[in-house]
């Protein structure tokens, strides 16, 4: 995502009455060269910046430029074995006002199909711990994700692009426009009717 749909979605997103933007979607967030200005720009307008990361990036001079632009949380999703506990005595080691929340260790038994998106014979038989009946996460709140182009999708699960709802320039213009509604993926997708929260 460039800088300027960068800070077009996060007008957005204060239009909308968001307050924490989370800085990822596919991807490792760590790898754009802007995203330690992307957490400042977003402490500067009021916005709480988070992400997961996968946290092999992280060292302590990195560390201490987010939580110098604002960050104050994290998560790690960890994909290499060891990285959450090395990511916990980093921060505490330099006494960094950043606060390792909720981290997420892939396993055999945790494995999801991305709503049937995405076949895998190890993800068969298996089920994400998130699994859950009612609605999802983004239809409880009206959420919604932005692409690095600056389309506004329903979710971050569909990885097809199916559920995508106009830009951030439609609803900048008219911010009420966005309203949840259901695409083909959510048929089969029981992902996130949990306790998640995006606040």
Known sequence: ?????????VDLLIRCGQRTAYLHNFGEPLLHPEVTDFVRHCTERGVTASFFTNGVLLTEDRLSALADAGLRFL???????????????????????????????PTRDTLHTWA??????????TSHPSVGPGPCLFER?????????GRVNLCCIDVEGSGVQGTVDDYLTDPDR??????????GCTLMRGEEDLS
């Open 75 to 105: 998560y790690v999703s960890e994909h290499t074995r060891g990285e959450t506990r090395r990511v916990r005595r980093l921060i505490a080691d330099s006494g960094l006002p950043i606060e390792l929340r909720d981290t997420f260790r």
């Open 1 to 9: 995502m460039d800088r300027e749909t960068f800070e077009r979605s």
């Open 178 to 187: 966005y309203r949840f509604r259901p695409a083909a993926l959510c048929t």
């Open 116 to 125: 049937g998106q995405v076949t895998s014979r190890a993800a068969s038989g």
């Open 141 to 149: 709140q009206n959420a919604a994700v932005v692409l690095w182009d």
